[in-house]
């Protein structure tokens, strides 16, 4: 749950450096979308993504940790997060979760989104489409709320309101970002009584909903990777990176710095400029 762990938070400069990772993992992420597609493997997307971030002088977030042995972590139909890319060749329909992570001058970014291929299950999409907003709402509980156990709150309040029996997945939350891709706080994704630390500047998270068509119940194949659902239904995995300034928000993996979805919860982002402070 909510640990008491140190909180590293960051000054203005490095907040810049991670909004430059951001946008590398935004780039990466546009060629992902631009390249998938029935037919490609999730290899041939982990492809695309590395030379993406190898020609921003960048450094995958994922390769090598802890041994992770790829770029991406590609989770389709009821595979939920940490998907190893290989020979899988996608299929009509299909659901497609995309998480990457790149470094910056020790700085990370770390974001995710899900695709729902053509010829899809409509309820396929709406989950998606649920989990994405689940994201802003819980986005913008930052910039309004006090503390991090508001994140959890908004999450649950889009799920119910979507009049639909998702699960939200438990076992793997949100988390603290900067010099590591993972710090605390724990980000949960539903609502506890423990509220977490307050909201302060130079926080920096990932929120990151996963929601599923069934069960929240889920299980670890044999890699010791990849996380399915249980029952085996569906699910989909958004996420994106947020620092606290002394103004307001900033989604540093969102080239808008996520001001249009914000705008429509009531939210202006605030951009950390280092030198004049935000802009």
């Not at 620092?243 to 914000?262: K, M, N, S």
């Amino acid at each position: 749950m909510f640990g008491r762990e140190k909180i590293e938070y960051k000054t203005a400069e490095q907040v810049q450096v991670m909004r430059r990772a951001g946008l590398v993992v935004a780039a990466a992420h546009a060629a992902v979308r631009d390249a998938v597609r029935a037919g490609v493997t999730t290899a041939d997307l982990d492809a695309v993504a590395a030379e993406v971030i190898r020609e921003a002088g960048a450094t995958p977030s994922f390769l090598g940790y802890h041994g992770y042995p790829a770029t991406l972590c590609v989770s389709v139909n009821d595979e939920i997060v940490h998907g190893i890319p290989g020979p899988r060749v996608l299929e009509p329909g299909d659901v497609v979760s995309v998480d990457c992570g790149a470094i910056v001058d020790g700085w990370h970014g770390d974001a995710a989104f899900t695709v729902v291929l053509p010829e899809a299950d409509p309820a396929d999409v709406a989950l998606s489409d649920a989990t994405e907003q689940a994201m802003w709402a819980g986005i913008a509980a930052l910039a309004k709320g006090e503390r991090v156990g508001e994140v959890g709150d908004a999450v649950e309040d889009v799920v119910a309101a979507s009049g639909t029996p998702y699960g939200i997945v438990q076992e793997y939350v949100g988390h603290g970002i900067g010099s590591a891709m993972h710090q605390p706080p724990e980000v949960l994704n539903y609502r506890t009584r423990e509220r977490g630390p307050r909201l302060r500047a130079g926080l920096c998270v990932a929120v990151e909903p996963m929601l599923t068509r069934g069960s929240r119940a889920t299980q670890v194949l044999e890699d010791d990777w990849t996380v399915v659902t249980e029952d085996g239904s569906r699910a989909a995995h958004w996420e994106h990176t947020v620092a606290i300034g002394p103004d307001g928000i900033w989604v540093l993996t969102a080239p808008d710095g996520g001001a249009a979805r914000l705008a429509e919860l009531g939210v202006t982002v605030a951009p950390w400029n280092s030198t004049t402070g935000p802009v």
